[in-house]
């Protein structure tokens, strides 16, 4: 099966097909139609853009390499009319699955790592729980691949659930053997915790800070390696891509350098996108304010596929600062996460009445996966006007919770909440992209030379809905599983140096003078919190097709207006500013959950919809968003640059590279 996504200023038309032999069968033909949806027998993720016969790409000699004295080791700038640096992987992204696909790539060529804000800012950082990973001799791989499912509401790209079930024990032993220091039982034996959804204890865990720990682990690894260097305060605008024939071909990234607001360009043979998620399109979000869909909207830009938006996973826990007996003198930049773990280790849910209610939703009360529970949560307050329900950890043992939860009870203590003696009250919160850019079992997409990781990217394995804590099992084991392709691609790849000229460089709005940017930066910041206030009311928790087509309409209107009052002000289509980019991204990425969500007529997982409320089984598909023309579309969904041709002057060196599957 391939998906073939011709590209061109024109109108777009996807198609696909299935190949056996030297037969092909078309399979579905839709002119400028961006989503369409296909029967997982005949498209899966993990097919859909995995059996690519052969793949073009351009490549180059990395220059040698210098040192300077900073804690990361930074390259000296190839100037090739502005800043360009040069490097045979680019990996956007310092979390999880950036770190340690830079670390394996390493042994082959160059790394670049290029992150956001300080190396550690990422969703990564954050995760409280654990890696699910089958670790117990009474635990199996068939059990950790059957709860997956069923917590992905079926449909989940069985392959890619197999895969990553089946790979993760090993991944995980590689991290203990990189220096990651987990709990151990009293018996010597790694402590596993039980979480929701889960039918065995199998979350590896450091307290409730073990993204922290793994995050230490790997950046200490990165730090003594002689070949990554990492480029802080990069903020990634655009990926650098061509066009050759029907093939898009990815050479590289354009970066902003937030501190001395000058434009850097990556060229490299090999490009990795480890982003992560776009949870601030939301004003409650668990992850950190880096996590506005860059990725993703730089993707889809680039005509990559897209997938599953519509499941966008609310943790039912994040903490409630009304309910704190201390208030907060100023709102968080984001909520602070109750670990699933707190209800595995048998926290129980109340209302404010102490009315145990998760039992009357479903027979697994607190440890339903978390699609349900969030669902409950959301109808008891609704029901009963509340603004909080209540989370009760306080019957077990003093010591225990102290051990398990250090991270939560501090942090609770400090707003006056002795955990261990009184309820957390908690409330839904956004979480998690179950989609993304649509990866193969290698990590690759259909744009030549692009590969994904992690939340940023769509695999199949959380289906409708995320099991929890799979989240860091997936990036670990697709981040390995992208290496070796990506070898392949970089050893058989050659780039004229000159391309650098190709794409105009985005500019800085220093020809602006300080009035005007005092007008549109406030300006940017109220729409930001319009955007996010209208996709909380309309396109949360629960939906249905009134308030989403309202939500269409309202953020159209939004980004019309933002855009009108950014080029009356004199900003050009081609420049660049940290905070414009990031508005661009989460325009582009809203209108990709709401595009995603009015087109499934169902409810399944994440996406629940009152004029649909049943699950269709003739509906188990997935969601694809192709490229479609870009004659009609905004600003926030097109690239700064125009993208060049092959006849426009990139010599692309045609090696094919034989993908094993």
Not at 375 to 383: A, T, V
Request: proline share 5%.
């Amino acid at each position: 099966m391939a998906t073939c996504i011709p590209a061109g200023s024109g109108t777009l038309q996807f198609r696909v097909t299935n190949c056996k032999g030297n037969s092909c069968r078309k399979t579905a033909l839709a002119s400028d139609a961006p989503i369409a949806r296909f029967l997982q027998k005949d498209l899966s993720w993990s097919k859909a853009v995995s059996k690519v016969p052969q793949t073009h790409r351009c490549a180059f000699s990395a220059p040698p390499f210098q040192k300077n004295q900073k804690l990361f080791k930074v390259i000296s700038s190839c100037k090739v009319d502005g800043p360009t640096r040069c490097f045979d992987f680019s990996v956007i992204g310092s979390g999880i699955a950036g770190l340690c696909y830079a670390l394996e790539v390493a042994k082959y060529g160059s790394v670049a790592v290029i992150t956001k804000a300080e190396s550690h800012e990422c969703n990564t950082n954050y995760a409280q729980g654990g890696i699910s990973a089958v670790l117990c001799p009474s635990d199996s791989v068939e059990s950790h691949m059957k709860d997956t499912i069923v917590a992905g509401a079926y449909l989940c790209d069985e392959e890619s659930v197999r895969v990553v079930c089946t790979e993760g024990p090993e991944r995980v032993r590689e991290l203990i053997a990189m220096g990651a220091s987990f709990d151990y039982g009293e018996d010597g034996n790694l402590h596993l915790m039980r979480e929701g959804g889960h039918s065995h204890h199998r979350i590896v865990h450091a307290a409730d800070m073990t993204g922290k720990e793994i995050e230490r682990a790997l950046l200490k690894a990165v730090i003594n390696n002689p070949n990554i260097f990492v480029f802080e305060h990069h903020f990634a605008i655009d990926l650098l891509t061509c066009q050759d024939g029907s093939d898009i071909n990815c050479l590289g990234v354009d970066t902003l350098n937030t501190k001395t607001l000058e434009v850097i360009r990556f060229l490299s043979k090999v490009t990795l996108l480890a982003s992560g998620g776009a949870g601030h399109i939301y004003p409650k979000t668990t992850n950190p304010l880096v996590a506005t869909g860059d990725g993703i909207a730089m993707a889809h830009r680039a005509q990559a596929v897209i997938s599953n938006m519509e499941f966008v996973q609310f943790h039912p826990t994040a903490l409630a600062d009304e309910g704190l007996p201390i208030k907060l003198t100023k709102l968080r930049e984001k909520a602070f996460l109750i670990s699933e773990a707190v209800r595995g280790d048998g926290g129980i849910l109340y209302n404010l009445d102490m009315e145990r209610f998760m039992p009357f939703y479903d027979e697994r009360a607190e440890l339903a996966p978390r699609d349900v529970v969030a669902r409950s949560i959301d109808d008891q307050l609704k029901k009963r006007g509340e603004k909080y329900v209540l989370l009760d950890i306080s019957h077990k043992p003093k010591e225990e919770i102290l051990s398990h939860f250090p991270n939560i009870s501090s942090t609770c203590l400090l707003h006056g909440l002795d955990i261990t003696r009184h309820p957390i009250p908690v409330v839904p919160a956004a979480h998690y992209m179950c989609g993304g850019v649509q990866a193969g079992l290698q990590g690759e997409t259909n744009v030549k030379g692009l590969y994904v990781a992690g939340e940023v990217a769509c695999t199949g394995l959380h289906g409708a809905n995320r099991l929890a804590s799979n989240s860091l099992l997936e990036a670990l084991v697709f981040a390995r599983r992208a290496v070796q392709p990506s070898v392949d691609c970089m050893k058989s790849s050659s780039l004229d140096m000159t391309a650098s000229n190709l794409w105009p460089r985005p500019a800085m709005p220093l020809s602006l003078e300080s009035n005007v940017t005092d007008k549109i930066l406030p300006m940017t910041k109220e729409s930001r919190t319009e955007l996010q206030a209208i996709m909380w009311n309309y396109v949360g928790i629960v939906r249905s097709t009134m308030r989403l087509e309202t939500a269409k309409q309202k953020i159209g209107n939004l980004e019309a207006k933002w855009e009108e009052c950014l080029f009356q002000h004199g900003w050009k289509p081609t420049m660049a500013g940290p905070e414009i980019c990031e508005m661009r991204n989460l325009f582009c990425c809203a209108k990709l959950v709401i595009s995603s969500a009015l087109s499934r007529h169902e409810s399944r997982g994440l996406h629940y919809t009152v004029d649909f409320p049943h699950l269709e089984e003739s509906k188990r598909l997935p969601t694809i968003i192709v490229p479609s023309s870009t004659v009609n579309s905004t600003w926030s969904s097109r690239q700064l640059h125009k993208q060049p041709m092959y006849q426009d002057g990139i010599k692309l060196c045609h090696n094919t590279i034989h993908i094993n599957r």
